[in-house]
């Protein structure tokens, strides 16, 4: 079994920062890419930012430069340090991970999603 658990969200004032973590667990032999996708009310789901693990990042346009995503592959955790909150920001934030376990194919993984809220 291979899980992801996401922590960090939480209400933040416009301006300010979060940092969500995202930690894979389980059964697990490689992992590749991980990101975070965000999906608003009434709105799809849409991705944030994406690290390779290589450590190459691409970020969603309306997040280039508030936002920074890392991750730490002895932990197997990835990370989204968010600044500058914008209201529009808000949205439940979900982990993405291309995983490889010990038995079986590579599959894309989510955590369970974390409510991050930007309001004054």
């Known amino acids: 079994q291979v899980q992801l658990v996401e922590s960090g969200g939480g209400l933040v004032q416009p301006g300010g920062s979060l940092r969500l973590s995202c930690a894979a667990s389980?059964?697990?032999?490689?992992?590749?890419?991980m990101g975070w996708y965000r999906q608003a009310p009434g709105k799809e789901r849409e991705l944030v930012a994406v690290i390779t693990s290589g450590g190459s990042t691409n970020y969603a346009d309306s997040v280039k430069g508030r936002f920074t995503i890392s991750r730490d592959n002895a932990k197997n955790t990835v990370y989204l340090q968010m600044n500058s909150l914008k209201p529009e920001d808000t949205a439940v934030y979900y982990c993405?991970?291309?995983?490889?376990?010990?038995?079986?194919?590579?599959?894309?993984?989510w955590g369970q999603g974390t409510q991050v809220t930007v309001s004054s």
């Open positions: 993405n991970a291309d995983i490889t376990p010990l038995l079986g194919l590579v599959y894309d993984y």
């Open positions: 389980g059964s697990i032999f490689s992992i590749n890419a």
